[in-house]
């Protein structure tokens, strides 16, 4: 039997333009095809990642950051470096991360679009997926606390750019060493709390 794959996910907006313009510059993605009601883009090889509907003359509900539905979406960069020239990318154009999180199976990067959705960009910390697994099921840091501690991401670049090991920096041990900084949580659930 086949293993089906995620292929792409589907947004409904009140912002059609500034969402295709916000996604577009997230993830260096493209526009395969769009009309007055949707846009599909892309930034791989699939036909399309992500497709923003707006239909025409509905006035869709706002989204609240404590919305039942999809928490976020995430993508994973090949390596630390990546993930870590993507922020410094997007950062220099004024999008910073509404969150970094030190989640130990990944270095994540949470940034939220125009309609408050929360968009995970992230950087594997083990090599294979057993790793990591094992790592979630047996090592007691994740079982006190699966979600991990924040960090400041310039600091992890201006640190992997002067040598430091990319390993070392994504450790909670590394994330933990720097500046104090509140939980993650309620930045992820809420606005407000954290």
């Not at 313009?21 to 526009?31: K, N, Q």
């Not at 928490?71 to 991360?97: C, I, M, N, V, Y």
């Not at 929360?118 to 790793?131: N, S």
């Not at 310039?154 to 509140?182: H, I, K, T, V, Y």
Request: aromatic letters at 8%; hydrophobic letters at 40%; proline letters at 7%.
């Amino acid at each position: 039997m086949s293993v089906p794959k995620l292929t792409h996910i589907v947004l409904q907006t009140n912002r059609l333009h500034d969402m295709r313009d916000w996604y577009c510059r997230l993830l260096d993605a493209r526009v395969v095809y769009e009309n007055p009601a949707m846009v599909f883009l892309t930034y791989d090889e699939e036909h399309h990642r992500i497709a923003l509907t707006s239909p025409p003359g509905v006035d869709l509900a706002e989204r609240t950051a404590l919305t039942v539905g999809l928490q976020h979406s995430a993508f994973t960069f090949e390596s630390l470096k990546d993930l870590l020239d993507r922020f410094e990318a997007l950062k220099s154009e004024g999008l910073d991360p509404h969150v970094p999180v030190q989640h130990g199976v990944t270095t994540s990067l949470y940034y939220r679009d125009p309609d408050g959705n929360l968009v995970e960009l992230q950087a594997d910390t083990f090599a294979t997926a057993e790793a990591a697994t094992h790592y979630m099921t047996s090592a007691e840091e994740y079982a006190q606390d699966p979600i991990g501690p924040s960090f400041d991401p310039q600091m992890m670049a201006d640190e992997l750019r002067a040598g430091r090991d990319e390993q070392e920096l994504m450790s909670r041990e590394w994330a933990a060493s720097g500046p104090e900084l509140p939980h993650p949580m309620w930045a992820l659930v809420g606005e407000g709390k954290g």
